[in-house]
């Protein structure tokens, strides 16, 4: 096993949790941070139902899940969260300034040979690099929600990432049972986000200008032998994170259609509380979403045609 046996993981939400849990399950000792003991509270809660996932999935037994509760911490206190950390992974908000903050904060406290490493989906290494005082030991290690099923990572670096770390950090993936990604140059987006974010923009654009149902947006994708459409797949990366996304690179690049997306998601979702899987409810309701019931993709009854037809704007009627 390398050295990189303690892990420290900023900010609880759902990636956070998930790259916490994950790790503890694969003999790190972990810590997860927070600055928002309610945030940390459904960290836990969340836990919980990761330990029936790898039950049922993951093929682990009670002793495995009580092994990794056990390298389990949950803390409010940042210089204690990291005292003893020997990787220490942010998982904050893709929010360009609060990340900034983070690393500004945490490089008091960061024992000198820590490497530091973003879950970043969007942002460049360079972005934050000199904010995090080793520039060094910096790179961009980003999972995919559901990482148990998703099992592999990207790794990017920036002109200053030692070769040293490069090679730490794709050792530790290994270890927890990630197939490394390496991204051979810095790229807005990584590799999956390069093509991932048009994907969730264009199917938001659909609902964003009623041209079509969520539940049928879905449907198209899940024609294709898919487990979840694009929808489906906002509410397990989580709305917020969506949102932010959305948000940012639609103000960057002058997208109005972008914005307008993250303007649908702030006033329809995170107004009203409805986060994805984190809260329960996002476009679909948890557990059991409509998209993994029997009939969602059946040939419905023909006495719901003419709802079919009354949805329709009067030119499709008239096709």
Known sequence: MSRLDKVTVLGSGVLGGQIAWHSAFKG??????????????????????????????????????A??????????DLAGAV???????????????VKTAVYKEVAEFLPPDTLVATNSSTFLPRDFASATGRPE????????TSLWAMNFTEIMAHPGTTPETLTEVTEFAVEIGMIPIPVRKEQNGYVVNTWLVPFLNAAQTLVTNGIAAPEDVDRTFLFTGARFGPLGMMDMIGMKTVHDVLSHWGGETGDAQMSANADYIKNNFLDRGRLGLQTGKGYYDYPDPAYQRPGFLDVPHISVVADLVSSMSPI????
């Open 28 to 65: 790190k000792t972990v810590t997860v941070y927070d600055i928002a003991p309610d945030a940390i509270e459904r960290c836990r809660a969340a836990h919980d139902q990761y330990a029936g996932v790898y039950l049922s999935d993951v093929g682990a037994d009670d002793a495995d899940i």
């Open 67 to 76: 092994a990794t509760r056990q390298r389990l911490t949950y803390s409010t």
């Open 83 to 97: 005292a003893q950390a020997n990787l220490v992974i942010e998982a904050v908000p893709e929010i360009p300034e």
């Open 137 to 144: 030991k910096f790179c961009a290690l980003h999972f995919s």
């Open 316 to 319: 499709g009627r008239n096709i």
